[in-house]
């Protein structure tokens, strides 16, 4: 047996390899079987193209055993098997794959081979520092065994072998402060890892699994026995025709794999074929996880090549908008790295997410249209997301998005669409009317909504603090501009009313002018209104940053403090406004308490604080004791 040195460059690799390109140690074992599931594959392909070549394809098999004595663990597999000269071109040297020149030269259309960068098998340099390869090719009569202790080099020698195919021994390290290797001798680890990452890999992949069984005749005595069982599911579920699949088979896979109790709210399963095939099944939950909404939420689907999982989390085949939706894509066309781990940026990528995001809209979509219950289920748990993604990134995403929203109308007493609010629209009807609260029985409450209510016009309830930012990042829908109940240019008052409030403001301008004077900064403007019925005042605002806005912009943890460019309005035809100018004429220091009080009403109203509560409660207490 002569030693031979790996070549400088390749030297450098393993070195490279073994500390820097895998990120998780365990995955060695998915290289290892991903390997050996190709050697399979080679030799099946071979049989199918070659008469002389005989072999039962039931007899295909993968086998791995464990040696906690000799801390050994061997992967095994009845494959093509490699002569002397493969295994020192494809062992010998790094990065030379043996896959990769079989797909070339033969460019098989019905076989899926894994492995292309001829790298993988080097990883299992991480967990073990001795290596053997026993390897026959089929209807070779010479058996070779390939052996390396790291990066000082390897050796090739004849052996003897039972069978084709090749047998992977690997003498695992001694456990370190940072590394419990000894979990890769843990029978119960290693079919983990195996479910994991090959679960779904195509041939039966065997091992010796210990199990508690009563002792024959007892009762409540027990013994260990061990059973050669076959550890991976095979055939993965999205790969079956979808007319095979119940849906109980579908929210099984679902609580296993994704770890949730209740069952998805709808399940789409897509396969696509053209300039990049994939295979995708996705789930929208019906509830949001615990962290959804926090920094540590982390979006993306599992991805498997060939069914191999690459990923577990795969951002960037879902956007930001749909990062509620849970699942998986199998795609043979993708560019993966050298490492198989981290996923390149390239054309196929791109073409999948796109696909699927298309998907997802569309089933949303017929959610909404025929089931209708399930879409407000989701809506409740998800709709927060799809508002904020209208408004974040300068509202790019509106155009997507809008038609999935929905805000609970007046006239319907219910959630709706704004395509069904137009659709409901009086004739001469020009805009969308919206009010913002805390809630529909606070809102149902303001004073400025009862002109709208007179009117029997709809107004759509907005109740969480980022509604009325994603209305704003739609601007328009339909042609349909959307207006605020608060906004203080707004008004239903035909044109003899109009300047019937103009006038009176008119009329009144030294009293408005010093009630201004008297709340100073506090409000923009003070002015008497035809737009309430029954209560005495409110506030309006002028400008972009209504009221709803000021409050939520005031909870975040900024020094800047936005302000609502308020307007106290009077109710003109309210006694406190006959009140307001016998104040003005007889007794200007009444009035400014009256002001203050006011304010602090329309305030109140609007669940806003009080900067001067004691103030306030002197001046009511004063004009309650005269």
């Not at 030693?3 to 070195?15: G, H, P, R, V, Y």
């Not at 010093?514 to 019925?533: A, E």
Request: net charge negative; proline share 2%; aromatic share 10%.
């Amino acid at each position: 047996m002569k030693k031979k040195q790996f070549k400088a460059e390749s030297k450098k690799l393993l070195d490279l390899m073994i500390n820097s390109i895998y990120t998780n140690k365990e995955i060695f074992i998915r290289e290892l079987i991903s390997n050996a599931s190709d050697a399979i594959d080679k030799l099946h392909y071979r049989s199918l193209t070659d008469k002389k070549v005989k072999v039962d394809p039931d007899e295909f098999a993968i086998n791995v055993s464990i040696d906690k004595e000799k801390r050994t663990l061997t992967i095994s597999d009845n494959g093509c098997g490699m002569t002397a000269d493969e295994l020192e071109n494809n062992l010998g040297t790094i990065a030379k794959s043996g896959t990769l020149a079989f797909k070339e030269e033969n460019k098989p259309k019905d076989v899926d081979i894994i492995g292309q960068f001829g790298v993988g098998f080097y990883s299992a340099f991480m967990v073990s520092d001795h290596i053997q390869v026993i390897s026959k090719a089929y209807g070779s009569k010479d058996a070779n065994m390939w052996e390396s202790y790291g990066a000082d080099g390897y050796a090739i020698s004849e052996t003897t072998k039972d069978g084709y195919g090749t047998t992977i021994i690997l003498t695992i390290k001694e456990d370190t402060e940072h590394d419990k290797f000894s979990d890769y001798l843990d029978a119960n680890k290693v079919k983990e890892i195996i479910k994991k990452y090959s679960d779904y890999i195509r041939y039966p992949i065997k091992m010796d699994v210990e199990k508690e069984q009563l002792k024959d005749g007892s009762k409540d005595e027990y013994e260990v026995i061990t059973q050669n069982e076959t550890i991976n599911s095979m055939l993965p579920l999205w790969k079956k025709n979808k007319s095979e699949i119940t849906e109980e088979e579908y929210n099984n896979f679902y609580h296993n794999n994704f770890y949730d109790y209740a069952d998805p709210l709808k399940t789409i399963h897509t396969s696509v074929e053209g300039l990049c095939s994939y295979n995708a099944l996705l789930y929208i939950p019906n509830h949001a996880s615990y962290d959804f909404y926090s920094k540590n939420y982390e979006k993306g689907l599992q991805l498997y090549s060939n069914g191999v999982l690459i990923m577990d989390k795969c951002g960037e085949l879902l956007p930001d908008y749909f990062s509620f939706v849970k699942g998986l894509v199998d795609s043979s066309d993708l560019s993966l790295n050298i490492s198989r781990e981290i996923l390149q940026k390239d054309h196929q990528v791109q073409l999948i997410a796109k696909n699927i995001e298309k998907k997802i809209k569309k089933e949303l979509e017929d959610m909404l249209e025929n089931d209708r219950e399930n879409y407000e289920k989701f809506f409740d748990a998800f709709g927060m997301q799809l508002k904020f993604s209208v408004y974040n990134d300068f509202g790019i995403h509106k155009d997507e998005l809008q038609d999935l929203l929905l805000f609970y109308s007046s006239k319907e007493k219910k959630l709706i669409t704004l395509k069904e609010y137009v659709a409901n629209m009086k004739d001469d009807q020009d805009k969308i009317y919206y009010a913002c609260g805390e809630s529909k029985d606070k809102i149902d409450l303001m004073p400025q909504i009862e002109q709208f209510k007179e009117k029997d016009l709809d107004v759509l309830y907005l109740t969480e603090y980022v509604d009325e930012f994603a209305i704003q990042a739609i601007m328009n829908y339909d042609n349909k501009e959307f207006a605020n109940v608060s906004s203080e240019g707004l008004s239903l008052d035909d044109e003899e009313d109009s300047k019937k409030i103009e006038k009176e403001n008119k009329d009144n301008k030294d009293l408005l002018e010093l009630m201004h004077k008297t709340l100073g900064d506090d409000v923009h403007d003070v002015r008497f209104t035809s737009r309430l019925k029954k209560h005495p005042v409110c506030l309006t605002t002028e400008g972009p940053v209504s009221i709803e806005m000021e409050k939520v912009m005031r909870a975040m943890p900024t020094e800047d403090k936005i302000k609502a460019s308020a307007i106290l309005e009077i109710n003109e035809s309210h006694p406190i406004a006959q009140k307001l100018k016998d104040l003005y004429a007889s007794d200007k220091d009444a009035l400014e308490k009256y002001t203050k009080v006011l304010y602090a009403q329309a305030r109140l109203i609007e669940g806003l604080p009080l900067d001067n509560p004691t103030e306030i409660s002197n001046i009511v207490c004063d004009m309650i004791s005269k």
